[in-house]
């Protein structure tokens, strides 16, 4: 697995096995959420990981982003995962999607630089979402 953590209640990944989930139930994880959808190659079956979360005994969210495809109720969504029990792990098919959610959760919160260098320590680019993140943050106030 391919951990990066962005906050210390937070870490994003690439794709997950059902098998990891209980090594990650026992590293503390309390949240899996997944942002893969089915349909993408190599995804898991969303159920398949529900059930391996349930039998960890963590919380599960599947909040489905389909590249380029953001909503307000993903974001909402993803928010509301990250205000569950924690700390939690999201992934998608690289932990970018995964980190884009948290950022856009993000706006309004912590500042544009704060979150842009966070993501960077864990290597993901999010320059290209800064309009978004300014949007979101102006509709905040």
């Not at 209640?9 to 899996?32: R, Y």
């Not at 005994?57 to 599947?62: A, D, K, L, N």
């Not at 389909?66 to 690289?94: E, H």
């Not at 884009?100 to 999010?126: C, H, P």
Request: with cysteine.
């Amino acid at each position: 697995m391919d951990l990066r953590q962005l906050t210390p209640n937070l870490a994003v990944s690439p794709q997950i096995d059902p098998e990891d989930v209980a090594l990650l139930a026992q590293s503390g994880f309390k949240t899996l959420i997944n942002n893969r959808p089915d349909e993408e190659s190599g995804a898991v079956d969303h159920d398949v990981m529900a059930k391996a979360a349930a039998d960890a005994g963590m919380e599960y969210h599947y909040l489905p982003f389909q590249p380029g495809q953001i909503t307000s109720d993903l974001i909402q969504g993803f928010a509301v995962a990250l205000d569950g029990a924690k700390p939690a792990i999201a992934y998608c098919r690289s932990g970018n999607r995964s980190t884009i959610l948290w950022a856009l959760a993000q706006s309004g919160k912590l500042s544009e630089a704060e979150v842009l260098n966070t993501a960077a320590q864990a290597g993901y680019d999010l320059s290209g979402v800064v309009p978004l993140m300014r949007s979101l943050a102006g509709a905040s106030r």
